[in-house]
């Protein structure tokens, strides 16, 4: 390809590609789509005495039992769509499987509305969660005491109308409010990054096309070390959309 004819497309694509990145971004910071997740963080409060000895045992209300652990579960919408409970078609519920027993009756500790609704009610040992409405970041944290272990992972299964991918986990990191400062960081550094390599290549590609030195491999280098820089800043836009709100945080 001539120096010409890219002298002539430079232009072009310098006019397409932001108008193709940007449309990216707001596509996925403004999806209306439903998207409910849940995260959780387990804690043992008394730890299993097997390993210890076979002459302690330890007892829950008179019962005995293996060990006992606190599990702090969020249930959140991240999507823009709301979800209301005429669209939840199979109940939601909470379990850790076969061997773990739930030994208190569940409570709920946090709401991000009170206008929600939110509820929990234990069936056996499984726990319902139930609400009126779940708007954009909308949802609450319940504690579930148990006899899992540290490494218990609680599942949260249902079926919701418009949800084919169903109830998502996510890590509790998108939780702490603290990270929400950071992402902002990040991509801020990413944008400043990005802004200046084309401040520095821009004037350099001019100087070259009109000294006739432009080439397809430079182009394909300036490229390369622009677009990591994109893909960076359109991750932590998204993984800053994803940071719930301090309501939401598992911590006290």
């Known amino acids: 390809m001539s120096l010409t004819d890219w002298h002539t497309w430079i232009p072009v694509i310098a006019s397409v590609v932001p108008g193709i990145l940007f449309t990216v971004i707001l596509r996925v910071l403004d999806r209306t789509e439903r998207i409910p997740v849940f995260y959780h963080r387990t804690t043992s409060i008394v730890a299993s005495a097997d390993k210890y000895s076979e002459d302690i045992e330890i007892y829950y209300k008179g019962k005995p039992v293996p060990q006992v652990s606190v599990t702090r579960l969020g249930f ?61 970041m909308d949802g609450a944290v319940v504690e579930v005491i148990h006899t899992g272990d540290e490494h218990a992972k609680p599942q949260v299964q249902g079926t919701i109308r418009g949800v084919r991918k169903g109830i998502k986990q996510i890590s509790h990191r998108y939780a702490e409010t603290r990270r929400r400062k950071w992402l902002l960081i990040f991509a801020a550094l990413s944008l400043c990054t990005l ?47 994803r940071t719930l709100p301090r309501s939401l945080s598992l911590d006290d």
């Not at 821009?202 to 820089?229: E, M, N, Q, Y």
């Open 76 to 136: 959140a919408n991240i999507g823009k769509g709301p979800i209301t409970k005429g669209e939840v078609r199979k109940p939601i519920r909470l379990s850790f499987g076969h061997e773990v027993s739930i030994l208190r009756k569940p409570k709920v500790l946090k709401r991000s509305r009170q206008d929600i609704d939110f509820a929990v009610v234990r069936e056996g040992d499984t726990v319902k969660l139930s609400f009126d409405h779940l708007d954009y």
């Open 195 to 241: 802004a200046y390599a084309l401040v520095t290549l821009i004037p350099a590609f001019k100087s070259d096309i009109s000294h006739g030195r432009l080439s397809i491999w430079a182009t394909l280098l300036a490229i390369c070390l622009v677009l990591p820089f994109l893909v960076l800043l359109i991750q932590s836009l998204v993984d800053w959309r």
